[in-house]
Nanobody
Framework: QVQLVESGGGLVQVGESLRLSCVLSGINFPAESMGWFRQGPGNERELVAKVSAIGITTYQAPREERYDISRDNAKNTVDLQMNNLQPEDAGLYYC?????????WGQGTQVTVSS
């Protein structure tokens, strides 16, 4: 059974950093793509960043200046380092994996940015 478990969310002050982590279990080969999506209040889920199995990264502009996504294929983990957090970065962050063309989602981890 494929499962994604996120961790690392929390409450931070403006300008601080957070590192989100996600572990994919249930398969013994690298997922085609792993990434992070954000959903703000009343908004649709939107891409934050993703990385393919061969390391190609995609960021939603302009976050690439403050965010860094990385993955470990051997462990099937993906991390999102978020720096200089701003109020607009707040939301529920979901980990997503594409495995054999099937999309899987984690339960989400909340990021709150206080000014």
């Amino acid at each position: 059974q494929v499962q994604l478990v996120e961790s690392g969310g929390g409450l931070v002050q403006v300008g601080e950093s957070l590192r989100l982590s996600c572990v994919l279990s249930g398969i013994n080969f690298p997922a085609e793509s792993m990434g992070w999506f954000r959903q703000g209040p009343g908004n649709e889920r939107e891409l934050v960043a993703k990385v393919s199995a061969i390391g190609i990264t995609t960021y939603q502009a302009p976050r690439e200046e403050r965010y860094d996504i990385s993955r470990d294929n051997a462990k099937n983990t993906v991390d999102l380092q978020m720096n200089n957090l701003q109020p607009e970065d707040a939301g529920l962050y979901y980990c997503r994996a594409v495995v054999q063309r099937t999309v899987f989602w984690g339960q989400g981890t909340q990021v709150t940015v206080s000014s």
